[in-house]
């Protein structure tokens, strides 16, 4: 198969941010980048005219849960609804248009107390006056927190009890003492979890992202993390994936001496889909109270948040995965959360030493000049998610204060010399990765709030946005050298924009549609009616 696409505007995104009017594909690779006049049209099977259009390397989502996104799109879309009383209703009309049996599940998920009238938490009494004789349980944007209904709790092993991530008398349930509810809801079997995969692969090339970096394993009730790894390697032996995922392996100490022991390491793999990073949980969210901070949250001043782990046990179980050649990516929010997971790189760095491991915080919201100086130090990189601010600007204040000003920075940790990349973290947000360039370009939510955007002196530039999703998300897998910037000899990774994202109104970012999608070589996804 070859390709040429000419009469455009091919923005290479490379070292010296070179433009071109063609590109020429043959195979999977990049074979020509120049002026139209100069491409050997004859040389091509297929021969498509831009007409001025904008290409790009293809978007990477550097942080992300694909499965996760897939398994919460068959729940009720809890983020839709303004109020409490409206959910409460609707899901009563659900269940008696859809028949469901008593004693069925009936699963929610993406509510936002911020964004509904009543501005606090569902509880244990809104579900029971939905149902008392289907288990309910609703879970929160963030994965971090979910309430049950009474049905559901009297369901529960009597430990649930004395857990210290549970109120029972609220039906809460916050970060592993999630655990207990999802023990008694079914999972997907294995063609399920691949037509999950292929269902939203394709949703994700209509917006331009190929390549994904995915947190998985821990998508379903029954943490199954093999029957996962085993429907990415079938789907990639049967030539099926259409984007390329680099999965954050999220797994316990058992789970990852069992994946080590079956020859698995990051890298491991085709360019399709191999083993990423370990991937920890070192604390919660902020929205759910549940982010590590150093002082007491302001709206909460007997609470610092949840630390998963101690520090000797976070120290023992990332020096195991270092000196075993894993890569290592720990969700950390907290300012607490991230010095804890520093002092534990830097412990195993020191008993094992290992150039370019490419450790990183993943999230890393509440900062320090401390810690930013450490990041840069210690070389680990943190995944941002600058479309955060769509949610997250809302209760920010109210959460940690004045410490807001030294959050959710970006262009302040480039400035330091910490490698930073771009992720959506759906299904938290939606993966439109014009969304998110939007806030990383305006530091404003969706809505254009606030006007002069948070903290503005943080905003990127266009170009630097674009990088943060393309050749700086490759950094994070190894994977520049193959893809991120649009090279003769790299991976045909590049999309077709129906806007010039360069140079539209800052208003109009955000509504950019892709037109054309090409992984590997491959047309994947042409918009109807786009003239190309």
């Known amino acids: 198969m070859s390709i040429l696409l000419f009469n455009g505007k091919i923005a290479s995104l490379?070292?010296?941010?070179?433009?071109?009017?063609?590109?020429?594909?043959v195979g999977n690779r990049i074979d020509f980048l120049g002026r139209s006049e100069e491409a050997l049209k004859d040389r091509y099977e297929t021969v498509i005219d831009l007409k001025g259009h904008l290409v790009l390397p293809g978007f990477n989502d550097s942080h992300m849960h694909l499965l996760g996104y897939a398994y919460a799109k068959k729940q009720i879309d809890l983020c839709k609804y303004g109020s409490i009383d409206e959910v409460i209703q609707d899901v009563k009309r659900t269940i008696r248009s859809q028949n469901i049996e008593e004693g069925r599940w009936v699963l929610g998920s993406g509510w936002n107390q911020e964004s509904l009238a009543e501005k606090r938490f569902f509880t244990r009494e809104d579900l029971d006056a939905i149902s008392d004789r289907h288990p309910i349980m609703f879970v929160r944007t963030c994965g971090h927190m979910a309430v049950c209904n009474t049905k559901a709790i009297d369901m529960m092993d009597a430990d649930v009890q004395t857990h210290r991530n549970v109120e029972l008398a609220r039906g809460i349930f916050k970060e592993d003492a999630m655990q207990y509810p999802r023990r008694y809801i079914d999972s997907p079997g294995l063609d399920?979890?691949?037509?999950?995969?292929?269902?939203?692969?394709a949703e994700l090339t209509q917006h331009g992202v190929t390549s994904v970096q995915s947190d998985d394993f821990h998508s379903f009730p029954d943490v199954d993390y093999l029957k996962i790894l085993n429907a990415y390697e079938e789907l990639?032996?049967?030539g099926r994936l259409t984007v390329r995922v680099y999965e954050q392996c999220s797994l316990d100490r058992d789970g990852l001496a069992q994946l080590i022991g079956m020859g698995y390491r990051t890298g491991t793999g085709s360019d399709f889909f191999k083993v990423g990073p370990l991937k920890l949980f070192q604390d919660g969210g902020l929205g759910?109270?549940?982010?590590?901070?150093s002082e007491p949250y302001a709206d909460d001043p007997s609470n610092c948040g949840v630390a998963m782990y101690p520090q000797d046990e976070l120290d023992?179980?990332?020096?195991y995965a270092h000196k075993n050649g894993m890569q290592i990516a720990v969700h950390a929010i907290g300012d607490r959360?991230?010095?804890m997971v520093l002092a534990s790189f830097e412990n195993a760095r020191q008993r094992h030493r290992r150039d370019n491991a490419r450790h990183g915080i993943v999230h890393g919201h509440i900062l320090t000049e401390d810690i930013m100086r450490k990041l840069s130090r210690q070389n680990v990189m943190v995944y941002v998610q600058p479309i955060f601010f769509n949610n997250d600007l809302k209760m920010l204040h109210h959460?940690?204060?004045?410490r807001a000003f030294k959050s959710y920075l970006i262009k302040a940790l480039q400035e330091q010399g910490v490698h930073v990349s771009g992720g959506s973290d759906a299904p938290v947000e939606y993966f439109n990765p014009y969304h998110n360039i939007h806030s990383a370009v305006l530091r404003q939510d969706l809505q254009?709030?606030?006007?002069?955007?948070?903290?503005?002196?943080?905003?990127?530039?266009?170009?630097?946005?674009?990088r943060l999703f393309t050749i700086d998300s490759a950094f994070a897998s190894f994977e520049e050298s193959k893809k991120g910037t649009l090279e003769v000899g790299k991976l045909a990774d590049l999309i077709v924009t129906e806007r010039d994202i360069l140079t539209v109104p800052d208003d109009e970012i955000k509504d950019i549609r892709t037109v054309m999608t090409v992984v590997d070589g491959q047309i994947v996804w042409r918009r109807e009616g786009s003239g190309i």
């Open 14 to 25: 490379d070292a010296q941010d070179r433009y071109y009017e063609s590109i020429g594909i």
């Open 192 to 201: 399920e979890i691949k037509d999950m995969i292929v269902q939203t692969s």
């Open 236 to 238: 990639d032996r049967e």
């Open 288 to 293: 759910a109270r549940t982010a590590l901070l």
């Open 316 to 319: 023992a179980f990332i020096e």
């Open 337 to 339: 959360a991230i010095e």
């Open 399 to 402: 959460r940690v204060g004045d």
């Open 448 to 466: 254009g709030q606030p006007p002069e955007g948070f903290i503005p002196e943080d905003r990127l530039s266009r170009s630097e946005a674009l």
